[in-house]
């Protein structure tokens, strides 16, 4: 079995993986609440939480699983992208586990973690595919070859789109994170009811820092009370704009490299109005879009890993 850890932000998560990828236990620790009075994460307050939950994470994990560590074969970590000092808690919890085990260390791209959780049982996809990346720090258009091989055709020139609904969720008084209480709000709303703009950059990248711009000036020119009253349409018109990008430029980048499936991974494929407009597309289950450790291990079985004594150099990575 693979022990993956992730905490590359502010989830502490932990799993344990089958080499068929079968998840046997898979514990995510939010520490939402605690970022949620600050509206955002705060990376020094990540890192402290992360070095308070880690083990206690790996062991309910090694608990659920009815597991010891005499059960594993191998540690699988994320290496980066993410928050330097949050990232450095899990990979050193790792390093000491598999040192002191005698076990071999795999560093994983969180992001190839994000496209691995399409790869996880019951029903793993197999590549090739066309795979949009939408997560709170990156939206990608990835042309996915094999496990190991896939392109970059498209990604965004600003904000991510997990980061829009975030901070448009923050302009409408909503709490963190943010997208899944737009997603909530919108069910409500009209989403004509404003006609937000969707930039069209060149290619296939994505631009939404001037939807962001066009939200803020909605909002100011609503009163208190006007805006308590269309709060939901806001949310439900800037929801459509946001996955009418997503979908526009995901169904022309399928059309362009020529494949006829479309994945979904990272917490905005959560996003309900994305999943209901590509009822075709392939999407992770709810609690492997968001941050888990389970796409960690599951990644890890196409990650060549690194034997003792080399990972004990191993340094994280804030971006690629
Ligand atoms: N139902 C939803 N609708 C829209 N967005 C959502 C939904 N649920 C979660 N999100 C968004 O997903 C993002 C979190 O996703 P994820 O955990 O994959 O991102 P991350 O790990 O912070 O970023 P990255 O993976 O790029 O490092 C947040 O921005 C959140 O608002
Ligand atoms: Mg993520």
């Known amino acids: 079995m693979i022990l993956g850890i992730e905490t590359s932000c502010d989830e502490t998560a932990a799993a344990l993986v089958t080499e068929e990828g079968e998840i046997r236990a898979s514990v995510v620790a939010s520490q939402a609440e605690l970022h949620a009075r600050y509206g955002g994460v705060v990376p020094e307050v990540a890192s402290r939480r992360h070095l308070e939950l880690v083990t206690p994470v790996i ?38 586990l598999a040192w002191s085990r005698r076990l071999p260390l795999v560093p994983v791209d969180h992001l190839d973690g994000h496209v691995a959780s399409l790869y996880l049982q019951p029903e793993p996809l197999e590549p090739p595919f066309l795979c949009l990346l939408a997560s709170g720090g990156h939206t990608m258009l990835l042309d996915v070859r094999s496990h190991t091989e896939r392109e970059l055709l498209g990604t965004t020139l600003d904000d991510a789109a997990g980061e829009a609904f975030d901070k448009g969720a923050r302009l409408l008084g909503l709490g963190y994170p943010g997208g899944r209480e737009i997603d909530r709000l919108a069910q409500d709303g009209d989403p004509a009811a404003y006609a937000f703009p969707v930039a069209r950059v060149p290619g296939l990248d ?17 009163g208190e009370e006007e805006l308590a009253e269309r709060r939901a349409d806001l949310a439900a018109s800037y929801q459509h704009a946001i996955v009418r990008a997503l979908v526009e430029r995901t169904q022309e980048a399928a059309r362009q490299a020529g494949r006829d499936r479309i994945a979904i991974v990272g ?51 804030a971006s690629r």
């Not at 659920?64 to 990232?87: C, E, F, Y």
């Not at 820092?209 to 939200?215: P, R």
């Open 59 to 96: 062991r309910e994990t090694l608990g659920v699983a009815g597991a010891t560590l005499d059960d594993v074969d191998r540690i699988a970590v994320t290496q980066g992208p993410g928050l330097i000092g949050a990232l450095l808690v899990g990979l050193a919890a790792a390093k000491a």
């Open 206 to 222: 994505f631009s939404f820092s001037g939807l962001k711009t066009a939200l803020l000036y909605a909002v100011r020119d609503l």
């Open 267 to 317: 917490g905005v494929a959560a996003n309900s109005e994305l999943r209901a407009s590509l009822p075709a597309a392939i999407a992770a289950p709810l609690s492997l879009c968001t941050d888990n450790a389970a796409m960690i291990a599951s990644a890890a079985r196409w990650t060549e890993p690194v034997a003792y004594p080399r990972y004990l150099a191993l340094d994280a990575y």
